[in-house]
């Protein structure tokens, strides 16, 4: 079982930077991949991007490749996104998950675990 609890949203102007933590429950969180995923109001929640259990592997969306980065501390339990050159269109609930497989956890996957969200808001 993994509990995540997500932080670090808030508002910023475009061009700004953010960097959303994901901090997790439980001894095992070095053998879970870990994933960001946002939802806009109206919109489907989308992959932003994800890393394997070592941080050894990252996996991005087009649509933020190149301004976000994930990393993560196993010592910690905890997950980051670095979101820099943030846009409006970047405004979002953003949420951290879990899995043990790296599919589960990218695009178009079913993560095991989901956090409760955190909001950006981007203004332009």
């Known amino acids: 079982q993994v509990q995540l609890v997500e932080s670090g949203g808030g508002l910023v102007q475009a061009g700004g930077s953010l960097r959303l933590s994901c901090a997790a429950s439980?001894?095992?969180?070095?053998?879970?991949?870990m994933g960001w995923f946002r939802q806009a109001p109206g919109k489907e929640r989308e992959f932003v991007g994800a890393?394997?259990?070592?941080?050894?592997?990252?996996y991005y969306a087009d649509s933020v490749k190149g301004r976000f980065t994930i990393s993560r501390d196993n010592a910690k339990n905890t997950v980051y996104l670095q979101m820099n050159s943030l846009k409006p269109e970047d405004a979002a609930v953003y949420y951290c998950?879990?899995?043990?497989?790296?599919?589960?956890?990218?695009?178009?996957?079913?993560?095991?675990?989901w956090g409760q969200g955190t909001q950006v808001t981007v203004s332009s």
């Open positions: 890393i394997t259990w070592n941080g050894g592997n990252t």
């Open positions: 998950a879990a899995d043990r497989y790296i599919e589960r956890v990218s695009s178009r996957g079913n993560p095991g675990y």
């Open positions: 439980g001894r095992t969180f070095s053998s879970y991949c």
